[in-house]
């Protein structure tokens, strides 16, 4: 009965190479987010999405691309990975994506990305 | 361009004494404060919140106070037990806007038993 899932758990890939990371929630929320963890343990946001529209794009290289097929699902794709994209990414979601911004975050486990 | 410091990386308490984790931040404009917790391997789980029209709020163990004149919140955990060990995340938020989703670094809560 996972709220938040996201997959793989662990990525470890080359550079140059593409790679996706799924995420699917359970909660009948309807925004979701990804969020990066670097090595310093900051968690920046990097997308969200509310009801299947983008309305968080922050500072990512365009090599980062989300996609929603519906409410529960958000993927993040990966194009020519560098090895400073090597971080934990975690999914998050939340119900109320207009001025309901009080609703906390539900976060998946995260998946840890080794770009070597 | 750093909104919120958390500027202990670790703390460590004894088990049954208090455990005070500070949060500080600068834009005027968060009126909303959220704090969550996170074991190794996890995901960030919700804590606790405040909003700003109050300067306490408590939920059993937990108490958060905000002080919105020194732009600063604590999180008080008493008693402390063992399995509070983990980092503790604040996450202050602009109401009604998307884009102030910010965390600080968190902090490494230690209850040493």
Excluded at chain 1, 27 to 37: A, F, R, S, V
Excluded at chain 2, 59 to 64: I, S
Excluded at chain 2, 67 to 80: D, E, G, M, Q
Aim: proline fraction near 5%.
């Amino acid at each position: 009965d996972t709220a938040v899932s996201q997959t793989p758990k662990y990525l470890v890939t080359q550079m140059g190479n593409d790679k996706s990371i799924k995420c699917e929630q359970n909660l009948g929320h309807d925004t979701m987010y990804w969020y990066k963890q670097d090595s310093k343990k900051f968690l920046k946001i990097m997308f969200s999405y509310n009801n299947k529209e983008l309305i968080i794009n922050e500072t990512v290289p365009n090599r980062f691309s989300p996609k929603s097929p519906d409410k529960a699902h958000l993927n993040l794709h990966i194009n020519s990975l560098e090895l400073g994209d090597s971080a934990v990414y975690f999914c998050a979601s939340s119900q109320g994506g207009g001025s309901s911004y009080n609703s906390p975050l539900h976060f998946g486990n995260g998946t840890r990305l080794t770009v070597t | 361009d750093q909104q919120v410091k958390q500027n202990s990386p670790s703390l460590s308490v004894q088990e049954g004494r208090i455990s005070i984790l500070n949060c500080d931040y600068t834009n005027s404009m968060f009126d909303y404060f959220l704090w969550y917790k996170k074991y190794p391997a996890e995901g960030p789980t919700f804590l606790i919140s405040i909003s700003s029209i109050k300067d306490k709020n408590e939920d059993g163990r937990f108490t958060v106070f905000l002080n919105k004149s020194a732009k600063h919140l604590s999180l008080h955990i008493v008693p402390s037990q063992p399995g509070d060990s983990a980092v503790y995340f604040c996450s202050p938020r602009v109401g009604g806007s998307a884009r102030q989703l910010t965390f600080g670094s968190g902090t490494q809560l230690t209850v040493l038993p």
